[in-house]
């Protein structure tokens, strides 16, 4: 996409209602489609289903191609009110749930807020200092996505990269193409690249893991150990394993930390050397064990 069609995109558009409404019908539908497509679980394209980021470049298109800040606030309610209930109706409908009357509620709250929202967020256009301090919120929301989304990335590449990639891109957008002023431009491209390596500092020394257990002794996988075992993963940069003793079930158990996700094998030693060797496909907060 050129430099034009970005620019165009904000503050070239003649948002009309019917173009807004059309444009909320489709954002519902997509969001719906992604949240019961199988193959889209756990990946940058369902994101949108459950986090802010698609959200906030569509709300910040709405505000800058509004003709005044009543049309914007009015707008950017308009659109939540019609583009929310439809992700969950839809799923309802098709899945026979109840979604609506569950999940909805908790984006009522959010839609009320788009008046003030869409209203405070139209004096952006003004290109005036100020204008960068209504932004910098909305940076730093970005910020704690990317910095989530970075470390699903580093834990499971590549899922969740496009959308780690996504709030990089924007967060570099939003000042670029929503003011004018070089000046403004110029801090707010500073601002969002600080966010942006703050963020990425933080992830990187505080690294997303996946703590579980995997055995328990004479459970239902079969396996027989005790402190004398060894445990240990085939594919070590994968995380940890260790044996300890569980006060609750009173019993020895085999339990991980996971710094990867990925498929490796789980090796139990006792001190004769005979090996006991388990397959684990290591998910998102899960995991699938099989016997070798």
Request: a positive charge; hydrophobic letters at 45%.
């Amino acid at each position: 996409m050129s430099v034009v069609r970005v620019q165009k995109l904000f503050g070239g558009i003649n948002l009309t209602w019917k173009k807004l409404v059309l444009f909320s019908i489709l954002a519902g539908v997509y969001t719906a489609v992604m949240a019961m497509l199988p193959i889209a679980k756990n990946t940058s394209f369902a994101d949108i289903t459950i986090s802010f980021e698609v959200w906030i470049l569509f709300g910040i298109l709405i505000i800058v191609n509004s003709k005044s800040a009543k049309d914007s606030a009015l707008k950017c309610f308009v659109f939540f009110l019609i583009s929310q209930p439809l992700v969950y109706l839809i799923q309802d409908v098709i899945n026979h749930s109840n979604l609506f009357l569950t999940y909805y509620r908790l984006w009522i709250p959010w839609t009320i807020c788009t008046i003030p929202m869409g209203f405070i967020g139209y004096y952006m256009k003004k290109d005036k200092w100020w204008g960068l301090l209504i932004l910098i919120p909305m940076l730093i929301f970005l910020g704690l996505h990317y910095s989530k989304f970075l470390g699903e990335t580093l834990y499971y590449f590549p899922y969740h990269l496009l959308s780690t990639l996504f709030c990089i891109g924007t967060m570099i957008i939003y000042p670029i193409f929503i003011f004018n002023d070089k000046k403004v431009k110029l801090t707010g491209l500073i601002t969002s690249l600080i966010i942006i390596i703050a963020m990425s500092f933080i992830t990187l020394t505080n690294r997303t893991t996946y703590n579980t257990t995997l055995l328990t002794n004479a459970g239902s996988m079969g396996a027989v150990f005790d402190s004398s075992y060894k445990v240990y993963l085939e594919n070590e940069k994968m995380g940890t394993v260790y044996i300890k003793y569980n006060e609750g079930l009173e019993d020895y158990v085999v339990d991980a930390e996971f710094k990867k996700a990925g498929k490796t094998n789980l090796i139990l030693e006792d001190s004769n050397g005979n090996k006991t060797i388990y397959e684990i496909d290591v998910k998102t907060n899960t995991y699938d064990i099989v016997k070798k």
